[in-house]
């Protein structure tokens, strides 16, 4: 939701999944706008973890939560009512950091 031109807050909802993990991200955040469609992000949350570890030969699950912290910057380009542009994050838990990379893609509310 953007309250300024040059601020906004929101959430993000992110879904990774892979062979033996997967992984939901659940994050509030704060925008600046720098200069318009231009956006460097805040945010923390939480990371769900649920991932397939062996055990003496079986397979078993294990959950774990992380809080995250987000720092990145990302770019919008206008699709109708939404935008739709490249974004990169750092984002920090569990003791380490992972870059993130992808489209972002924002709708209004």
Do not use: C
């Not at 601020?7 to 939901?24: F, P, Q």
């Not at 939480?46 to 397979?59: A, F, N, P, R």
């Amino acid at each position: 939701r953007q309250f300024h031109p040059q601020w906004s807050v929101g959430g993000y909802l992110e879904l990774v999944s892979g062979t033996n993990e997967r992984d939901i991200i659940l994050m509030a955040g704060l925008g600046y706008y720098p200069i318009p469609r231009l956006a460097l992000a805040l945010a923390a949350g939480l990371e769900l973890v649920d991932k397939d570890v062996e055990h003496h030969g079986t397979i078993v699950k294990e959950y774990e939560r992380e809080l995250v912290v987000r720092l990145g910057v990302a770019y919008g380009f206008p699709v109708s009512t939404a935008s739709l542009g490249p974004a990169v994050f750092a984002d920090y838990g569990g003791g380490r950091w992972t870059i993130v990379y992808g489209v972002s893609m924002v709708v209004g509310f």
